[in-house]
């Protein structure tokens, strides 16, 4: 079955440091892979994206995700938090060429910024 | 453009109470999605409708819950009669054609408590 792991339940990084997100995937091809964010009392926000191409994406808010698919993962990064960056974060997976387009959710890493 | 709007926000009822959330998708978005997520779990898929059919339904957790899409614009997703496991956070998503053809866009979501 396809599956999404986020390894990571809770992170506390310092502001200013280098963050790093896990995420691997189960899927028996490359599937179309997503990064989103929810700030408290927010909505899911898309931060980024990989379909093809260069597998390094840049997404909003100085984030990028690169994509390996030897190690099926589709990890997140930001060379430098910032304390608004505290939230969860959700790693996802779409089926390529499937009628529904629904994603599969990873359960999500917590971050916090310590000042 | 508007984005994705849920009512209410939050919502606290007894068990074998009813309930209805609504979404009102991003104008002119034929698909829209409704997933859920129970407190430490991940963001779980319910249903897909394009335009006024229900396009899957599979992750639908049983017969207690009904979603309808009349017209092909908003979504309303009724709880009836609700349990204490039904107590989550449920999202809408919509998805439209051309370049953000596979990219969902989401609520804030509709925090369900049953007491």
């Known amino acids: 079955a396809q599956s999404v792991t986020q390894p990571d339940i809770h992170i506390t990084v310092s502001e200013g440091a280098s963050l790093e997100l896990r995420c691997n995937y189960s899927y028996g091809a490359t599937p179309y892979l997503f990064w989103y964010v929810q700030s408290p009392g927010q909505g899911l926000q898309l931060l980024l994206k990989?379909?093809?191409?260069?597998?390094l994406v840049q997404g909003i808010k100085g984030f990028e995700a690169e994509f390996k698919r030897s190690q099926s993962s589709f990890n997140l990064r930001k060379p430098s938090v910032h304390w608004s960056d505290a939230a969860e974060y959700f790693c996802a997976v779409s089926f390529r060429g499937g009628a529904t387009n629904k994603l599969i959710f990873g359960t999500g890493t917590l971050l916090a910024v310590q000042p | 453009e508007a984005g994705v709007t849920q009512f209410p926000s939050h919502s606290v009822i007894e068990k074998g109470q009813t309930v209805t959330l609504r979404c009102d998708p991003i104008s002119g978005h034929d698909n829209l999605y409704w997933y859920r997520r129970v407190m430490g779990k991940e963001i779980k898929f319910l249903l897909h409708f394009v335009k006024e059919s229900k396009q899957d339904e599979s992750g639908m957790p049983n017969n207690r819950f009904l979603a309808e899409r009349t017209g092909g614009t908003y979504s309303t997703l009724k709880v009836q009669p609700a349990e204490l496991e039904d107590s989550g956070v449920y999202f809408c998503?919509?998805?439209?054609?051309?370049?953000?053809?596979?990219?969902?866009?989401f609520g804030a979501g509709s925090r369900l408590t049953v007491l």
């Open positions: 990989y379909f093809s191409g260069d597998t």
């Open positions: 998503a919509s998805r439209g054609g051309g370049t953000g053809a596979n990219v969902l866009t």
